[in-house]
Every structure is written in C-alpha cells, then in structure tokens.
C-alpha cells in the first residue's frame, strides 16, 4: 500500500531564507504528485502538480521536484514571506486497491507545518 | 476557475443523527471525491465517484453512504452520527480525458463535530 512521508513535520525559518520541503513515497508506480497549501480551518489550495513523466514544475517562488525512481519530491520556497505560513501538504495519484476494488484517489502525507518569522 | 462548495463549513450534530453533506462543483467534473481529515492522520479517502450513480469505497467506508444523483454534486451520508466521525471533511472533484490524470480541486471543508 502506497505510503507517503514528509520531513520535516514542522519548521519555523525568518523571513527572507529559502527553503525545502521534502516529501517521499513507497511505491513508484504513480500517475503524478500535486503540492498543496491548507490554512487553519480551512480547505486545501493547489499549489504545483507534476506528472510521472515530468521532473519539475514552477509557479512564482515555488519549485517542486520529482524523481519517481527514488520515490522523492521537493518543494523549493524561495524568499519566503510570512504570508506562506501555512501547512503544505504532498499527495500522490496512483492506482490503490481500497475496499471495494481498484481505482485511483490521492493519497496524502501528513504535512509540514510551516511558520515564518518576520 | 473551479469552484467546489460545500453546504455546511460548521455543523454540529447529536449522536444517532442522520447527517447529510453536500458537495457541489461547477466544471462539469467526472470525479468526485470524499475525505476526512484528522489530526495525526491526515486525509483519508471515504468514498469516490466515476460518474453519476456510480460509487466506489475508498480506505474508510465504514459508517458512510454517498449519493450521487447529478453529475455537479457529491453526498456524503453519515446513517447514524457517532463521535468518532467528528472531523472535518473535505469534497475534491477533477476531469478525466485523454488518459491524464488531472490535479484535484477541493472545497473549503465542513468542520462537523458530533456530541
């Protein structure tokens, strides 16, 4: 069953550093992997989604990173600003037998909680 | 852009309730979804949609129905609330097409807490 992990679960930096998030999953055979921002109490913002074939993607200061061989992705936050405070959350799409059968769904790491100082 | 809404952001229910949560995306999306999320455990799927009337259970069915009716909206169904379901949930929907797998869009979550 797919697993997926990210480090560190929590971080605190000043403003203005660079920073990354790194996330890691078991089984490599996924169709893609799509970054997410959640605020308190509220629901999940896409932030960058990379498909199997591709190994990055940019939006602004976000870069992220796949490489599907090793099982890794990396959010890359460039100068980072309090307003990213957030939790940033990794899913991956893959074929995952549930209960009922087969079909595909996101499955989720716990997130990294991210607070920056100003 | 889409938008997914949710018809509760808070609701509070007694236990033994039956418990009605609706989703609604306007972008014509196949795919529909249903998950909770909890603290230490982060989200976990509960049930899932192809198309209209079809459903598939996902990692935690137990304890949920969903309808589906017409293709905007998703029902999650709790048959008899217990406190254990006390969370929040959060409605995601995406297209299908030409063998791609697209980003998933969410709703803004429905904090349901059970007493």
């Known amino acids: 069953k797919q697993e997926v992990t990210q480090i560190p679960a929590a971080l605190s930096v000043p403003e203005g550093e660079n920073l990354v998030l790194n996330c890691s999953f078991t089984?490599?055979?996924?169709?893609?992997l799509q970054w997410f921002r959640q605020d308190p109490g509220k629901g999940l913002t896409s932030l960058l989604l990379?498909?199997?074939?591709?190994r990055e993607q940019t939006s602004g200061r976000l870069n992220a990173s796949l490489d599907k061989s090793s099982g890794r992705s990396t959010l890359y936050i460039a100068a980072s600003q309090p307003g990213d405070s957030a939790t940033y959350l990794c899913a991956v799409r893959a074929i995952q037998m549930y209960s009922g059968g087969g079909a595909d769904g996101l499955t989720f790491g716990k997130g990294t909680h991210l607070i920056i100082q100003p | 852009d889409v938008k997914v809404t949710q018809s509760s952001r808070y609701l509070v229910k007694r236990t033994g309730e039956k418990v009605f949560l609706e989703c609604v995306q306007d972008?014509?999306?196949?795919?529909m979804f249903w998950y909770r999320q909890d603290p230490g455990l982060g989200l976990r799927l509960i049930y899932f949609s192809y198309d209209v009337k079809m459903k598939e259970k996902g990692d935690i069915p137990e304890g949920y129905s969903v309808s589906r009716e017409k293709k905007e909206r998703f029902s999650l169904i709790l048959e008899s609330a217990s406190t254990n379901q006390t969370s929040m949930y959060l409605c995601?929907?995406?297209?299908?097409?030409?063998?791609?797998?697209?980003?998933?869009?969410f709703g803004p979550g429905t904090r349901l807490t059970v007493t």
């Open positions: 089984d490599s055979a996924i169709y893609n």
């Open positions: 990379i498909q199997s074939s591709q």
């Open positions: 972008m014509d999306h196949e795919n």
């Open positions: 995601a929907s995406n297209p299908t097409g030409g063998g791609l797998h697209y980003e998933q869009y």
